[in-house]
C-alpha cells in the first residue's frame, strides 16, 4: 500500500467493478472489486483527503523488483510464519 490525494487517483479501467465497503463508523471507505474481491484503495478516517491504494493494481509495476517491501499474498499473513 502507498499513499496520496485523491485527486491523483486515476482508474484505468474495471471502475464499474469496484464497490466501497464501510465498517462500523462509516467514515473510512474501503473500496474493492467486485468481481475477484481485492483491495484496490481506501479513503482514511484520520486524514480524509488522503487515501491508501494496493500498489500490486499499477500497471507495469512489479512488487518483486522493489527492494525493503513486504509482500502479502492474500494467504498467508506473515504473523503466522
Request: aromatic share 14%.
Amino acid at each position: 500500500m502507498a499513499a496520496t490525494k485523491f485527486a491523483d487517483i486515476k482508474i484505468l479501467k474495471g471502475e464499474e467493478l469496484i464497490e466501497k465497503y464501510q465498517f462500523y463508523t462509516h467514515k473510512a471507505e474501503h473500496y474493492f472489486c467486485k468481481k475477484c474481491g481485492i483491495y484496490t484503495h481506501h479513503r482514511r478516517r484520520s486524514n480524509p483527503d488522503e487515501y491508501g491504494y494496493n500498489v500490486a493494481n499499477l500497471e507495469d509495476v512489479n512488487l518483486f523488483l522493489i527492494d525493503d517491501i513486504m509482500i502479502f499474498d492474500g494467504l498467508n499473513h506473515p504473523n503466522d510464519q
